[in-house]
């Protein structure tokens, strides 16, 4: 079965750093991009970072750029959002989730993990 | 960026009513669009992609249209397990972006 396992939410001061993990099962990991969205407490979806298959292209949410880095280790298949300079509005349930077509951004993302609570607050 | 605008917010029909969303975008996104359902508590599920494309083991009452910078999902015939919220999302270009959702309640 198909499996994506988001883990390291937690409650964290503004200005503090968290770094998200998000576990994969099921596929081979190397050949799919990966995504980080993530959703504020009542609110709509909101894309946050995407890596391609390799790890050779990364992009980011003009919100974000500059204070997270996405990564992925291959030989472990875990995908990682290293978040910094946490800002309150910030505070989401983060989700990853898998390209449905290896690279190709354009076929959505057709496995999602059940999301990790992110809380930035003093 | 993409401004991505869903309506109506919130859609009240009875069981086997049609379901007709939309979605508009600010700029073309030719048919780089998919839709989403999450139902309350859970993470988003892929309906649609590439504006018409049915994800694997989504039922056919479900189909996508448009392209350019108008969208629609269309619900053929509602069931009670469609309560949900339902997002676009484009990939036409970066930064990614989704719609505010579509509420759909069944009365």
């Known amino acids: 079965e198909v499996q994506l396992l988001e883990s390291g939410g937690a409650l964290v001061q503004p200005g503090g750093s968290l770094r998200l993990s998000c576990a994969a099962s099921?596929?081979?990991?190397?050949?799919?991009?990966l995504t980080w969205v993530r959703q504020a407490p009542g609110k709509g979806l909101d894309w946050v970072s995407g890596?391609?298959?390799?790890?050779?292209?990364?992009f980011y949410a003009d919100s974000v750029r500059g204070r997270f880095t996405v990564s992925r280790d291959n030989s472990k298949n875990t995908l990682y959002l290293q978040m910094d300079s946490l800002r309150v509005e910030d505070t989401a349930v983060y989700y990853c989730?898998?390209?449905?077509?290896?690279?190709?951004?354009?076929?959505?993302?057709?496995?999602w993990g059940q999301g990790t609570t992110v809380t930035v607050s003093s | 960026e993409i401004v991505l605008t869903q309506s109506p917010a919130t859609l009240s029909l009875s069981p086997g009513e049609r379901a007709t969303l939309s979605c508009r975008a600010s700029q073309s996104v030719r048919s780089f669009l998919a839709w989403y359902q999450q139902k309350s508590g859970q993470a988003p599920r892929l309906l649609i992609y590439?504006?018409?494309k049915r994800a694997t083991a989504i039922p056919a009452r479900f189909s996508g249209s448009g392209s350019g910078t108008d969208f629609t999902l269309t619900i053929s015939s509602l069931e009670p397990e469609d309560l949900a919220v339902y997002y676009c999302?484009?990939?036409?270009?970066?930064?990614?972006?989704f719609g505010g959702g579509t509420k759909v309640q069944i009365k």
């Open positions: 099921g596929f081979i990991f190397s050949r799919y991009a």
């Open positions: 999302q484009q990939s036409e270009s970066w930064p990614l972006t």
């Open positions: 989730a898998k390209y449905t077509y290896g690279d190709d951004v354009r076929t959505g993302f057709d496995i």
């Open positions: 590439a504006a018409s």
């Open positions: 890596i391609s298959g390799s790890g050779g292209a990364t």
